[in-house]
């Protein structure tokens, strides 16, 4: 049972041009937390969101909360070739440490 | 400091043999993971520790045994490896206190098995 699911699986788009990655669920999560993996790494984290509607940005990435605490979205703005890579959403239920990941987002940015 | 590191990088098994991955971190975290990835399917957790002495069944546990050797290292092993546990393993820790629960990622062990 997939209890996150993150849309889209892949996504090829020119230099400059903006998206968005959406993670949702129907299980309400004590956080959220946004990796990035490049081929042949382990996944590193990009950031992490606690509060509902909360919203971070990080450079030309901005990643939000949803109010209910069940679905966050990852916006790139102007995106990059070195933005390439896949994106992992993952949501914490309590303070156990225990995580559950999203499919994850391939994303290809062509110069 | 090294953070999370895991050896072998590649391994090749033929069905049913044995194997360890070994799994160590010296960041002082009391939380460790293991987990599979495969494509399309995000990272599933197998095993993990939440301190020394600990450990407990993850989502796909069957197949695997978990070993936390002390609070640096964590070894998973495959007693008798078959073709569906071809996937990449990594191995993970998490920085404590946890609030937020963000772990920090070893590079992978990509095992193949015939």
């Not at chain 1, 949702?24 to 790494?41: A, K, T």
């Not at chain 1, 969101?49 to 990643?63: A, D, I, M, N, S």
């Not at chain 2, 400091?1 to 391994?11: D, L």
């Not at chain 2, 939380?31 to 995000?42: F, L």
Request: hydrophobic share 30%; charged share 20%; proline share 5%.
């Amino acid at each position: 049972t997939q209890l996150l699911e993150q849309s889209p699986q892949f996504l090829s788009i020119q230099e400059g041009e903006n998206l968005t990655v959406y993670c949702n669920s129907s299980s309400v999560f004590s956080s959220l937390q946004w990796y990035r993996q490049e081929p042949g790494e382990g996944p590193v984290l990009l950031v992490t969101v606690v509060t509902g509607g909360e919203v971070k940005k990080l450079k030309r990435l901005t990643f939000q909360f949803g109010d209910a605490r069940k679905d966050s979205s990852l916006h790139i703005t102007a995106a990059q070739p070195g933005d390439t890579g896949l994106y992992l959403c993952a949501g914490a239920k309590g303070q156990g440490g225990k995580l559950i990941f999203g499919q994850g987002t391939e994303l290809s940015v062509k110069p | 400091n090294a953070g999370v590191t895991q050896t072998p990088k590649f391994q090749v098994l033929k069905t049913g043999q044995s194997m360890t991955l070994q799994c160590a971190q010296d960041m002082n975290h009391n939380s460790m993971y293991w987990y599979r990835q495969d494509p399309g399917m995000g990272l599933r957790l197998i095993y993990y520790s939440a301190s020394e002495g600990t450990t407990d069944k993850g989502e796909v546990p069957n197949g695997y045994n978990v070993s936390r050797l002390n609070k640096r290292e964590f070894s998973l092993r495959l007693e008798s490896a078959a073709p569906s546990q071809t996937s990449v393993y990594f191995c993970a820790s998490r920085r404590d206190p946890g609030l937020g629960n963000e772990q920090f990622f070893g590079p992978g062990t990509r095992l193949t098995v015939l």
